[in-house]
């Protein structure tokens, strides 16, 4: 990863500033292990990945570029025991208040032991949460160094060019070819050979600029409740988000829009140019199809439709035009931004992410991996999102809220640990 940093990770980095937008990769093992027991083993692992040696050096003019910088001790956070789980949880959501200067270092590692009740566990827990600056790579490339970090022999890195200048022949080139695909894009969606841009939705309680205390929560599951047949994790998922996100704006009094959706995290095909190699799409989540089952079929339908216009190479055409923005002009956009602005209509009404992260052979201190989850960042409308993981046959929701838009929390997660249950009993 030395060296320049691709257009995309650049605005990932820079928009940190006016968006906090860190990782939190949270791995629990059944293990009575103290901290400091693992605390070498961690650190030795960190200096044998490159790209946790490095941080970020601004350019005045180009774009930013990573130098070597030793992994230390003074990446690792030993919390203690926080207690139990809910207090765990409430230590975890305070680590999103600061957030790493990559410029330093763009990764943190935090650990609790002793945690009591932890989810899967019949003994004391060992929590390990991997704090990484976005702009080391995506969920994908998050998941792969966690599993390097904690151990995996056998997890390869990912492999992304290293990005170069292109030449006036190339970007003229470029160009025309977005041109070209931008206009083959307008006919295909004209002659319906692909789905139209999705619709915005209205705004909800939950897409309200995120203030008071931040939340996290957890629901953590088997796989098979989500996964039944032609349903996957991700469609079995939003299902359960629907049901959800619907029954808890009911319960506050308000009217579910017939066009709730969520904005959807979906890797991207192709060459991976980038660390991080996703788009967000608008899903339909279809709060007015009573039948679960029949909801899940057209949630998947309308995931695939998003994944079709996606694919489309105008698409990919307009990502590699993209590349072609100087730095001075890419950076003054992103100073331009307002976060206090509130839109008409948003993407989704909330998020969801969701990212496989391989089998459950991962150990620490002796003790198994029991499960992982995530929790995706707030924004400026969007105060409720989910992070939908999974390791081994365990699928975890990581819920982040807001108390603008989430007061009851714990409401919220019971909302959805029952819509899960709904889930099991429809598939």
Same mark, same amino acid.
């Given at each position: 990863?030395?060296?320049?940093?691709?257009?995309?990770?650049?605005?990932?980095?820079?928009?940190?500033? $006016?968006?906090?937008?860190?990782?939190?990769?949270?791995?629990?093992?059944?293990?009575?292990?103290?901290?400091?027991?693992?605390?070498?083993?961690?650190?030795?692992?960190?200096?044998?990945?490159?790209?946790?040696?490095?941080?970020?050096?601004?350019?005045?003019?180009?774009?930013?570029?990573?130098?070597?910088?030793?992994?230390?001790?003074?990446?690792?956070?030993?919390?203690?025991?926080?207690?139990?789980?809910?207090?765990?949880?409430?230590?975890?959501?305070?680590?999103?208040?600061?957030?790493?200067?990559?410029?330093?270092?763009?990764?943190?590692?935090?650990?609790?032991?002793?945690?009591?009740?932890?989810?899967?566990?019949?003994?004391?827990?060992? !929590?390990?949460?991997?704090?990484?600056?976005?702009?080391?790579?995506?969920?994908?490339?998050?998941?792969?160094?966690?599993?390097?970090?904690?151990?995996?022999?056998?997890?390869?890195?990912?492999?992304?060019?290293?990005?170069?200048?292109?030449?006036?022949?190339?970007?003229?080139?470029?160009?025309?070819?977005?041109?070209?695909?931008?206009?083959?894009? /307008?006919?295909?969606?004209?002659?319906?050979?692909?789905?139209?841009?999705?619709?915005?939705?209205?705004?909800?309680?939950?897409?309200?600029?995120?203030?008071?205390?931040?939340?996290?929560?957890?629901?953590?599951?088997?796989?098979?409740?989500?996964?039944?047949?032609?349903?996957?994790?991700?469609?079995?998922?939003?299902?359960?988000?629907?049901?959800?996100?619907?029954?808890?704006?009911?319960?506050?009094?308000?009217?579910?829009?017939?066009?709730?959706?969520?904005?959807?995290?979906?890797?991207?095909?192709?060459?991976?140019?980038?660390?991080?190699?996703?788009?967000?799409?608008?899903?339909?989540?279809?709060?007015?199809?009573?039948?679960?089952?029949?909801?899940?079929?057209?949630?998947?339908?309308?995931?695939?439709?998003?994944?079709?216009?996606?694919?489309?190479?105008?698409?990919?055409?307009?990502?590699?035009?993209?590349?072609?923005?100087?730095?001075?002009?890419?950076?003054?956009?992103?100073?331009?931004?307002?976060?206090?602005? !509130?839109?008409?209509?948003?993407?989704?009404?909330?998020?969801?992410?969701?990212?496989? /992260?391989?089998?459950?052979?991962?150990?620490?201190?002796?003790?198994?991996?029991?499960?992982?989850?995530?929790?995706?960042?707030?924004?400026? !409308?969007?105060?409720?999102?989910?992070?939908?993981?999974?390791?081994?046959?365990?699928?975890?929701?990581? $819920?982040?809220?807001?108390?603008?838009?989430?007061?009851?929390?714990?409401?919220?997660?019971?909302?959805?640990?029952?819509?899960?249950?709904?889930?099991?009993?429809?598939?």
């Amino acid at each position: 990863m030395l060296g320049r940093l691709h257009p995309t990770d650049a605005q990932t980095y820079w928009m940190s500033s $006016v968006i906090p937008n860190d990782q939190f990769l949270l791995f629990c093992f059944e293990s009575s292990a103290a901290a400091d027991g693992v605390l070498g083993q961690l650190v030795d692992a960190a200096r044998g990945i490159d790209e946790l040696n490095l941080r970020i050096e601004e350019s005045r003019l180009g774009y930013p570029r990573t130098v070597r910088t030793p992994a230390g001790v003074e990446g690792v956070v030993h919390h203690g025991c926080p207690g139990g789980w809910d207090a765990c949880l409430s230590a975890v959501a305070a680590l999103f208040a600061d957030q790493v200067d990559a410029s330093r270092k763009p990764w943190r590692i935090h650990l609790f032991e002793s945690v009591s009740d932890a989810p899967r566990c019949a003994g004391p827990a060992l !929590v390990v949460v991997l704090q990484f600056s976005h702009a080391l790579g995506d969920g994908r490339v998050a998941s792969a160094l966690a599993r390097r970090l904690l151990g995996d022999r056998e997890q390869r890195p990912i492999s992304i060019p290293p990005h170069r200048r292109l030449g006036p022949v190339e970007i003229l080139t470029r160009a025309r070819r977005a041109r070209e695909f931008e206009q083959l894009l /307008r006919d295909d969606t004209a002659a319906g050979r692909v789905p139209p841009q999705a619709p915005g939705r209205p705004r909800t309680r939950v897409n309200t600029a995120p203030r008071g205390t931040t939340s996290v929560r957890t629901v953590v599951r088997n796989r098979t409740d989500l996964a039944r047949g032609p349903i996957t994790v991700t469609v079995g998922a939003l299902t359960a988000v629907s049901l959800a996100l619907s029954r808890y704006l009911a319960l506050h009094g308000d009217a579910v829009p017939a066009e709730l959706g969520a904005e959807v995290t979906l890797a991207k095909s192709g060459d991976r140019h980038a660390h991080n190699h996703f788009r967000n799409s608008g899903v339909d989540l279809f709060p007015d199809v009573d039948d679960i089952r029949v909801r899940a079929r057209r949630i998947a339908e309308s995931l695939d439709a998003r994944r079709v216009r996606a694919e489309h190479p105008a698409m990919e055409a307009q990502a590699r035009a993209t590349e072609m923005v100087p730095a001075v002009l890419l950076r003054w956009g992103i100073r331009q931004f307002d976060a206090t602005a !509130v839109p008409e209509s948003v993407t989704g009404n909330t998020v969801v992410s969701s990212v496989a /992260r391989g089998p459950a052979d991962l150990t620490l201190g002796g003790g198994p991996v029991r499960f992982t989850a995530g929790f995706p960042a707030l924004s400026p !409308v969007m105060s409720l999102t989910h992070g939908v993981h999974g390791i081994g046959d365990v699928v975890t929701f990581g $819920v982040t809220s807001s108390e603008s838009a989430v007061p009851d929390p714990d409401a919220y997660a019971s909302l959805l640990d029952e819509a899960v249950d709904d889930v099991a009993r429809a598939l």
